[in-house]
């Protein structure tokens, strides 16, 4: 082969070995970003329409949706912290193969989303959420390198449950926290309504419901009403209780349902990261409390 050749070869060779190193570089450089999609879709069911949106977006809509009714917004390093959960759901969703959608997302308890239209959101406490969300730009959190799906609520019952990634932890805080203990108050009808039971036996109304169980938690674990049985987790939905950590009683002719708490009681308690968070711990130092988990990156 003449010689011009050859040195044709190996220079193209060297050409392609420098190019394939810089994209490799490029690619593990960028690796974590690109998890990220540039946008959305949504669907929003309140108003039956999907919405398309940048990632960043949606996130900073579903920490406004966990905002404390009370007015007072949480501390920049509270919200960072929420920001890396949302990012960490959100991903994890969207590597779900499994998980079938007419949308990535679908506003619900889970990705409370709400837009700066539908809630009146001061402009200074947006500055400070955007501040925040900087601060937890693509950080998410991981097991073995992937993120995986976890749990957060606003108040716990005071003690949170055990789950994967997720110890328990005593919270005596957040039984001080305002909105920590809720009642509310049904007729008659409205609870027949709402489980679609019947009284055929005429059981007296004190005696509709059963003894509830308990976990360690606090948590329902069951309880009847006419004989039919109940988990924690159908009461609250079928009477969009707070939480799980629920009391019934009977009393003036009205069914009255005390909540502690106010979420799945799992994870990280947003009023409690907040405690941390007015006493100078970091979004990192928060984030490392309450899950057992690595910080990417």
């Known amino acids: 082969m003449p010689k ?41 069911s309140d108003k039956d329409e999907i919405e398309q949106m940048s990632f960043d977006k949606f996130i900073e809509g579903c920490i406004c949706g966990m905002m404390p009714k009370t007015g007072n917004i949480y501390e920049k390093q509270t919200l960072a912290a929420m920001a890396v959960v949302f990012n960490t759901n959100a991903l994890a969703a969207l590597n779900d193969k499994k998980r079938f959608s007419i949308a990535d997302f ?82 008659e009808a409205e609870i027949l309504n709402a489980f679609s039971v019947i009284n055929i036996a005429d059981k007296p109304r004190e005696k509709w419901f059963s003894d509830p169980v308990y976990d360690e938690y606090g948590g329902l674990v069951s309880i009847e009403l006419l004989s039919k049985k109940l988990s924690g987790t159908e009461l609250r939905s079928a009477l969009n209780l707070r939480s799980e950590a629920v009391s019934a009683e009977y009393r003036e002719e009205t069914f009255y349902f005390r909540c502690k708490g106010y979420g799945d009681n799992a994870g990280m308690s947003l009023n409690a990261a907040n405690v941390l968070a007015k006493s100078g711990k970091t979004f990192e130092d928060i984030l490392s409390h309450f899950y057992e988990l690595q910080l990417v990156p």
């Open 4 to 44: 011009k050749i050859i040195l044709a070869l190996v220079c193209a060779a060297i050409i392609a070995a420098s190019v394939f190193a810089v994209i490799s570089d490029i690619t593990v450089d960028n690796t974590e970003s690109s998890l990220f999609p540039q946008s959305v879709s949504v669907y929003i």
């Open 106 to 187: 679908t506003v619900s308890d889970e990705f409370p989303f709400v837009s700066y239209t539908d809630t009146a959101v001061k402009l200074a406490d947006r500055k400070l959420v955007q501040s925040a969300m900087e601060l937890a730009s693509h950080r998410y959190l991981a097991h073995e390198k992937k993120p995986v799906k976890i749990k957060m609520c606003a108040i716990s019952s005071g003690k949170t449950r055990e789950l994967p990634f997720m110890p328990s932890k005593e919270l005596p805080e957040d039984a001080l926290a305002k909105g920590y203990l809720t009642e509310r108050a049904f007729t």
